[in-house]
């Protein structure tokens, strides 16, 4: 069985059935959208329809669909293909399958979150007399005491990232923002990761490969690979989850087995889990093509660690500022006018950030001279390069055409699509090892097995060589996600 949209997303054509008939195949092919029939017969859904509309729609859209694939087949890189077709098999598998969950950890989560998020709600509707989940209600408690929230597209904006630029008189974050952001933050976690499963037996979650990059997504009902790690600033990691020797603090300690975070929700039926993690995958692709061989030094020798290297060697205080600003610079092209943003993300100051990108120009000077190159050919002609030879447009995307968000996707969308490139074949090579019934899920650079499984040294230095870079990766077996 093949896949007709994966073929159209592979060569930058318009996915959407209706659309796609229209634009590459004579009138004879061509189909309508469902919306267009519903609003055609006046109805809300398809069984509200005569069933030979429906029938005849169904032989429209198959004959379309088959002649898309017989038109657009022979255009393909056909390697490439079925290695996405194989990746996206096991994808629908582990989406079917399902996780088990721990249920009475995850109650007690809700429990406190829902607490949290009351306290902080009442706090403001008790002293201030504002909801700090309405944004109306939000602009009128500013416009009340003379503040006008910052304005994006001519309208009034209570996004996070506007509301941390309200400030009080002494230039501190203004306590209405203090206290709407830390409600909508324990609102969010819990609505979006906790009590959403307090019915259910077991998560499912859909994993799909049409992100613009080509990596994976997930989604509907719950996106596991966006759930807080604990390991970024600004992540919740509720009391019940915390153990006895980092109770005070705010972090998930990677060298605790006993520290737990919101993933220590989700467990393997077979009471064990073997989670495959491949070691920065993202700055390995990223040094490879740019050729920076004293960047592939640092990261292929087992003695040095990039992010503790830029701390020591740049002056940021500790190594999650290093790596938030080793990231942020990348992804920007080392520009000194993104420090501001940067810092903000890193949690330091902009003086650090300077240090960090000046500490890169210095010693990887190819690094930032590619991040250049990119940009300026994307700028150019609006398209980037994977590892393995994809084409991606970046005139796909939703964040419009302007120079800074193309200049991001010059950078960020090559390191994204190649890293997942590597990570999808060897995913693929692991399901010669471990039977596919057993891949539990995936989160970016992470394969999470059901079951206790040890490769041996072969399979091991198999996997490490399967791509043009080295690629090592982590193994843990644990009791629970983490």
């Not at 920065?280 to 040095?304: G, S």
Request: proline letters at 4%.
């Amino acid at each position: 069985i093949h896949d007709t949209a994966m073929i159209m997303r592979l060569l930058n054509y318009e996915v959407e059935l209706a659309k796609a008939t229209e634009l590459y195949l004579d009138k004879y092919y061509q189909t309508e959208k469902v919306s267009d029939v519903l609003k055609k017969y006046n109805a809300h859904k398809m069984t509200d329809i005569p069933i030979e509309v429906t029938l005849t729609k169904a032989a429209r859209d198959s004959r379309g669909c088959l002649e898309l694939f017989n038109k657009t087949y022979p255009l393909v890189d056909h390697n490439y293909y079925h290695t996405k077709m194989l990746s996206e098999s096991m994808m629908i598998r582990m989406s079917r399958r399902g996780i088990a969950f721990d249920h009475e950890l995850n109650l007690n989560i809700h429990n406190e979150l829902r607490s949290e998020a009351d306290n902080y709600k009442n706090y403001c509707l008790n002293n201030y007399h504002f909801n700090p989940l309405s944004p109306q209600q939000v602009i009128k408690a500013f416009n009340d005491i003379n503040i006008s929230v910052p304005f994006t597209h001519g309208k009034p904006d209570t996004s996070d990232e506007a509301l941390q630029k309200i400030t009080d008189p002494n230039g501190r974050l203004h306590d209405y923002s203090r206290n709407i952001l830390a409600a909508r933050k324990f609102n969010k976690l819990d609505s979006t990761y906790s009590s959403k499963l307090i019915p259910w037996s077991r998560v499912y979650t859909h994993f799909h490969l049409d992100a613009t990059t080509g990596r994976s997504t997930s989604s509907d009902p719950i996106n596991i690979q966006n759930i807080p790690t604990g390991r970024r600033p600004g992540d919740i990691v509720p009391t019940v989850l915390r153990c006895s020797k980092h109770n005070n603090s705010f972090y998930l300690n990677d060298e605790c087995k006993d520290c737990k975070s919101m993933r220590s929700i989700y467990l393997g039926d077979s009471g064990k889990l073997t989670c495959i993690d491949l070691s920065q995958i993202e700055l390995r692709v990223f040094a490879w093509l740019a050729q920076d061989f004293d960047l592939m030094a640092v990261l292929n020798d087992p003695t040095k660690d990039l992010h503790t290297y830029t701390q020591q060697l740049s002056g940021v205080q500790s190594r999650v500022q290093a790596k938030n600003c080793n990231f942020g610079g990348l992804f920007t092209g080392f520009s000194f006018a993104s420090a501001g943003t940067v810092a903000k993300g890193a949690n330091t100051t902009i003086e650090n950030v300077i240090k960090v990108f000046m500490f890169w120009r210095n010693t990887f000077p190819n690094s930032v001279k590619y991040c250049d190159y990119l940009k300026s050919t994307a700028q150019q002609s609006y398209t980037v390069n994977t590892l393995y030879g994809r084409t991606l447009n970046i005139a796909n995307s939703h964040g419009g055409m302007s120079t800074k968000h193309i200049d991001n996707c010059a950078i960020n969308w090559p390191v994204q699509g190649s890293a997942f490139e590597v990570f999808e074949r060897i995913m693929i090579a692991i399901s010669s090892i471990v039977d596919k019934s057993n891949f539990g899920w995936q989160v970016h650079d992470e394969l999470v097995l059901d079951g206790y499984y040890i490769l041996t040294n072969e399979q091991k230095d198999m996997l490490n060589h399967l791509s043009p870079l080295y690629t090592p990766f982590k193994i843990e077996h644990l009791d629970r996600w983490r």
